[in-house]
């Protein structure tokens, strides 16, 4: 495959493809699917010649999942497949996603009279990070204090800021006292926001040492402080949202099929998943859960609005709640990381948090749940309710992804556990609830 790519010769592994072979592909010019071996190599082929600057594949029984740039005489094309081999090791199944190239830019330095203020000999580098936001960040070194952490944000600077409607959000948020107004258990880590033009620098306590470490696992106790940290949180600001938190709505159709579209052009390859993702999900999850849950995620807005209702109003949710914005650090929580801060509800964020991070606490899905409740002893049965059904909305993309289109047995495995919670929790959830509010 590889020497194809570079070549674009493809006949000399047709006898590698399965007379009955699709593939799925989504890129600038939209969505096709091709079936059959013929049609598939023609597409293939269509290219010709070019460099491989890039290439990264992981091989398994199943099939491979491969990211790679080609770099051709008139045209460069990035592009991320997972391929899925039948039982003689014919490949069945090419799910492609395309995004143009990214051009390496400068890094904006912060602005002299920023560095003077943080103290003398104040020196920034590029920190290198796993964020799904292009987000630009630096670590800040000085003679005199520790080390500091430098985030420049613009408006719509990346894909979530787009889809969000982020202008700034956590500079709006400092600059309207939510940090000063924070609950004590949560060390949040905003030092300060400087102004420069168009952009703003968050100015952030450098707290790496303390956020979770790859692997590690969670107690149950461990589970319940982050847990209680984010109720102290929801009760503090509950009816008093301040300015500049995303809608839920925007929260909650932030992986939808809409914004796969309206992204199509972007340089990001992740929102150029989400619809093959939500067609496996179509497909491994039973209409009656995976329709409604669809047509949330496509509309959310009704679901957003039902779910604020119920709950009596907005109160605001950090957004991100799940292990890599997380820490502990003695009786506090840490918690950093702000930009998709909502305008939102507790349960919507203890979704997200339960479908991000069940996998790595020692506790059942339903002991989780429960402490969510017992943190929250005060909600509304039908904010629980839809809230657990905005689990799936916010991320049965992925868990249907891992079951049905990744080809590492492991991560087929890890999709099918969670779906085979979530689904009938779903299911129940949307039968308490009389069902998804629609538009």
Not at 170 to 175: G, I, K, M
Not at 300 to 321: K, V
């Amino acid at each position: 495959m590889r020497d194809a790519v570079a070549t674009g010769e493809w006949e000399a592994v047709r006898d590698r493809f399965a007379g009955d072979v699709v593939m799925r592909s989504s890129g600038e010019q939209g969505r096709i699917s091709i079936a059959g071996a013929d049609a598939v190599l023609g597409h293939l082929s269509r290219r010709g010649p070019g460099d491989l600057v890039a290439w990264d594949a992981r091989e398994w029984p199943a099939g491979v999942a491969l990211t790679f740039e080609w770099h051709g005489a008139d045209s460069r094309d990035r592009r991320r497949w997972y391929v899925r081999a039948q039982a003689d090791g014919a490949v069945a199944e090419i799910w492609s996603a395309a995004a143009r190239p990214q051009v390496a830019a400068a890094l904006p330095g912060p602005p002299p009279e920023l560095l003077e203020s943080l103290g003398p000999g104040a020196r920034a580098e590029p920190l290198s990070h796993g964020g799904n936001s292009g987000a630009s960040l630096l670590r800040l070194t000085r003679d005199d204090g520790p080390p500091l952490i430098l985030k420049r944000i613009t408006a719509g600077g990346d894909w979530l800021a787009r889809v969000t409607g982020d202008d700034g959000r956590t500079a709006r948020l400092y600059e309207a006292g939510t940090f000063a107004a924070m609950p004590a258990v949560i060390r949040h880590g905003i030092v300060g926001v400087h102004r420069d033009r168009d952009a703003a620098w968050i100015v952030m306590e450098d707290v790496g040492a303390l956020l979770l470490d790859g692997e590690r696992r969670l107690s149950r106790e461990e589970s319940r402080r982050v847990l209680a940290a984010a109720g102290a949180l929801h009760a503090a600001f509950h009816g008093r949202v301040p300015d500049g938190a995303a809608t839920l709505a925007a929260r909650l159709g932030m992986t939808s099929r809409p914004v796969a579209r309206a992204e199509r052009r972007g340089s990001d390859l992740l929102p150029k998943q989400f619809e093959h993702a939500w067609e496996a999900f179509a497909e491994v999850v039973p209409a009656d859960v995976s329709e409604p849950v669809l047509a949330a995620a496509d509309d959310p807005r009704a679901l957003a609005a039902a779910l604020i209702d119920a709950n009596g109003g907005a109160t605001l949710a950090h957004g991100d709640l799940r292990d890599d914005n997380l820490g502990f650090d003695g009786e506090r929580i840490v918690l950093i990381d702000w930009d998709l801060a909502t305008a939102g509800t507790p349960t919507a964020e203890f979704a997200w948090f339960l479908a991000q991070d069940a996998w790595r606490i020692d506790a059942g899905r339903d002991e989780l749940e429960a402490d969510h409740r017992a943190t929250h002893p005060d909600l509304e049965a039908r904010e629980l309710e839809l809230g657990m059904v905005s689990g799936l909305v916010q991320y049965g993309w992925l868990l249907a992804h891992s079951a049905r289109v990744h080809p590492d047995p492991a991560e087929t495995a890890w999709g099918r556990d969670e779906l085979s919670w979530w689904v009938p929790r779903v299911r129940t959830a949307l039968e308490r609830a009389g069902g998804v509010p629609g538009p």
